[in-house]
Nanobody
Framework: QVQLVESGGGLVQAGGSLRLSCAASGMIFSISAMGWYRQAPGKQRELVAA???????NYADSVKGRFTISRDNAKNTVYLQMKSLKPEDTAVYYC????????????????WGQGTQVTVSS
């Protein structure tokens, strides 16, 4: 069974930094795209940043220049370094990945983590 487990959320003051991690575990053959989404109360879930298997990145306009996504393929882990945090960054952050493995051995399946809370105080 394949799982995504996030860590690194918490409470931080505006202007501060946090680093989120998301590790994929289980019987994994390959991981293509990985990304981070967030959902604030009363709002839809939105893409924050994504990274392809070859390292190409994509960011939401609201986080460009402040957040950096990276991955360690040897560890099946994706990171989100967040700097200059703002109160509007407060949300539950979810990891997402396209993984071939587990019960889906011949085609990638999309997985979500359980989410980690990030709260930025003003």
């Amino acid at each position: 069974q394949v799982q995504l487990v996030e860590s690194g959320g918490g409470l931080v003051q505006a202007g501060g930094s946090l680093r989120l991690s998301c590790a994929a575990s289980g019987m994994i053959f390959s991981i293509s795209a990985m990304g981070w989404y967030r959902q604030a109360p009363g709002k839809q879930r939105e893409l924050v940043a994504a990274i392809t298997g070859s390292g190409t990145t994509n960011y939401a306009d609201s986080v460009k220049g402040r957040f950096t996504i990276s991955r360690d393929n040897a560890k099946n882990t994706v990171y989100l370094q967040m700097k200059s945090l703002k109160p509007e960054d407060t949300a539950v952050y979810y990891c997402n990945a396209d993984i071939t493995g587990g019960s889906s051995r011949f085609a990638p399946r999309n997985y979500w983590g359980q989410g980690t809370q990030v709260t930025v105080s003003s």
